[in-house]
């Protein structure tokens, strides 16, 4: 079953894992900092803080392929997309207000970045939707009752 369409792509869901993504990230470079494993801008803090990135769209990928049970590589894929549509959004509100003082990435780090969100993203819906699938099917085995765990009387 082929279910990569854009008519599968269900925009909510979409921003609901993108927020999921960013809560997760956020966390875990909350943590590393409460570790102390990150605590400047060195090299050792970005690998931390690209891990941190893959965790959190990895997660929040999940969310969403658990969600949608259909299309985990478009929903990836916009999932990593979100990041630049609220980048854009972000700095649309900024620069007016004279808050334009940002420390920004370079191209090559912005497309590396992008690329790590998205592959983390698809790696997660994938995830997601064959554990959905699992259970679905092993709910669809259970007795009539549909619950499952319980025993037959």
Known sequence: MHTEHLQNVH???IIT??????AVTSIAVFG???????????PRD???AV???AVGFLVG???TGMRTVEAPILHGIALGLTSLLVWALVNAVAIPFGMDEWTGLTPSSTVAILLVQIVAAIAGCWWGTAAARRRASELASSPATGVRGREQD
């Open 11 to 13: 925009p909510v869901r």
């Open 17 to 22: 894992g993108w927020l999921v993504a960013g």
């Open 32 to 42: 590393l900092i409460m570790l102390g494993l990150m605590e400047g801008e060195g």
């Open 46 to 48: 970005t690998a931390w």
């Open 51 to 53: 891990l941190a990135v």
């Open 61 to 63: 990928g999940w969310f």
